[in-house]
């Protein structure tokens, strides 16, 4: 498929959410009169993270700015019509606004979870401590037995559908103006500390002024096709969904817990998950389930926290990637400090779908006024990556 242009003055490589958020709001601001080209290798996103995630989003974090991030992206979930809408017409966004359950099994979890309900609270975040009596009334199906507290959001927190977003984003990106070509990007031209073009694998070289690297799990490989690096690597994350004899009465949200193994409703199912207690770099074409994960760690330590999981079967699973950042689980966001206008959003580990609005939005401020003009998302630049400075946030799944 041929680029309406050779020259464009931003080329973003990815188009799923963080690529497409990324159009949108550079396609939004007034003050951007410049093109736009994203190049998406896969239009059907059968294999990006964002068609493969759990779609959820919470307030629960430890770090202020990823609270705001996330509030922010519920506003935009919210108003989704209304900030989408091309023609009248929307993706049905599907939101189930429903609180994560964090829950504390000693006393230093205790400790954390007050320490974090203090900066969600500052941020002005509704979320609410619970004690183990406070538990069982609030969730008649949990097994309180070993717990010492719990976290949960009363609103603003849930889950929504991956690809309404993404395709939220593209189709009102395209309508506003922004070229969208089905094509692999496989080499990036630099001049010096510039980046110039990138050449795609249907042999189309496109110069750009401004290139993003939206690229997902690939975004290391991207980056050394301009001679940078990033520390990114593509992570397994296998979902199970499992259908259960006796439902759960009483609110269900994502429920997490001490062991690291979660669940939410799907539909009248339960999507389950654990972060691998191995959990080496893969090959970014293996998508095979790990299915002894279900059965030797996600089961055994669901049944005891609710019991009518005693009585479950996996009626569907499948894999993902996390684009794992290793230095700190968080994206890397903005200019290579030397070759500036490469731009990063990378390395976005668990969370990058509901971070989208935010982080899009940031890096077309970045791109139209050199600088961030409503969130300061400045902690996540690369310097840190430079510095060998971890971003540090509690919350990570
Ligand atoms: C199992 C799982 C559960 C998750 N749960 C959540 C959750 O509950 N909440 C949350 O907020 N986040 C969650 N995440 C994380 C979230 O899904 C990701 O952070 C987010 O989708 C990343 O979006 P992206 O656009 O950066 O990457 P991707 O969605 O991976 O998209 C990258 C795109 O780049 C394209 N591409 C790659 N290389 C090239 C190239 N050379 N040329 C052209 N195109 C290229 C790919 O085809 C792909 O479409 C989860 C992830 C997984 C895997």
Redesign the pocket.
């Known amino acids: 498929m041929q680029a309406p242009r050779t020259s464009y003055d931003v080329v973003i490589?990815?188009?799923?959410?963080?690529?497409s958020a990324t159009a949108y709001f550079l396609a939004l601001d007034p003050d951007f009169t410049g093109s736009v080209l994203v190049?998406?290798?896969?239009w059907s996103?059968a294999?990006?993270?964002?068609?493969?995630?759990?779609?959820?989003?919470r307030h629960q974090f430890s770090n202020p700015i990823n609270v705001k991030i996330s509030q922010f992206g519920t506003d935009f979930i919210r108003r989704f019509r209304e900030n989408v809408a091309v023609d009248g017409d929307v993706p049905e966004i599907g939101f189930h606004e429903n609180g994560y359950l964090f829950l504390a099994g000693d006393e230093r979890g205790a400790g954390v979870l007050r320490a974090n309900h203090e900066t969600q609270v500052a941020c002005g975040a509704e979320v609410s401590l619970l004690a183990p009596e406070a538990l069982a009334r609030r969730f008649p199906w949990l097994n309180t037995d070993g717990l010492t507290l719990g976290s949960t959001g009363e609103r603003g927190e849930g889950?929504f559908d991956?690809s309404a977003l993404l395709q939220g984003f593209r189709r009102k990106a395209r309508a506003l103006g922004v070229d969208y070509i089905e094509?692999?990007?496989?080499a990036v031209g630099r001049a010096g500390d510039r980046i110039v073009s990138v050449t795609t694998k249907g042999g189309q070289t496109i110069a750009c002024d401004v290139l993003v690297n939206?690229?997902?799990?690939?975004g290391r490989?991207?980056a050394r096709m301009a001679g940078l690096d990033i520390p990114v690597e593509p992570r397994r994350?296998s979902?199970f969904v499992v259908d259960c004899r006796t439902p759960l009465e009483g609110p269900v949200g994502l429920t997490i817990d001490p062991s690291g193994v979660f669940f939410r409703p799907e539909g009248r199912f339960y999507l389950m998950?654990t972060a691998p207690r191995h959990d080496p770099a893969v090959d970014p074409d293996d998508f095979a389930v790990m299915h002894d994960e279900f059965e030797e760690e996600i089961w055994p330590a669901l049944a005891h926290r609710v019991p009518a999981f005693e009585a479950i079967k996996v009626v569907n699973a499948w894999a993902?990637?996390?684009?794992y950042c290793t230095l700190d689980h968080n994206v890397i966001l903005g200019p290579h400090g030397v070759v500036k206008n490469f731009l990063f959003?990378n390395g976005?580990?668990?969370?990058?779908?509901?971070?989208?609005p935010a982080m899009g939005r940031g890096l077309a401020e970045l791109i139209v006024h050199g600088g961030f003009r409503t969130l300061d998302l400045s902690s996540f630049g690369h310097e840190r990556v430079v510095a060998g400075r971890p971003f540090l946030e509690q919350a990570v799944i």
């Open positions: 490589v990815g188009g799923a959410v963080i690529g190049i998406e290798k896969d996103y294999r990006s993270a964002t068609a493969l995630s759990s779609s959820s989003i889950w991956s094509d692999e990007v496989v939206a690229s997902g799990t690939n490989h991207v994350r979902l998950g993902g990637h996390y684009d959003a976005f580990s668990g969370h990058g779908l509901q971070q989208s």
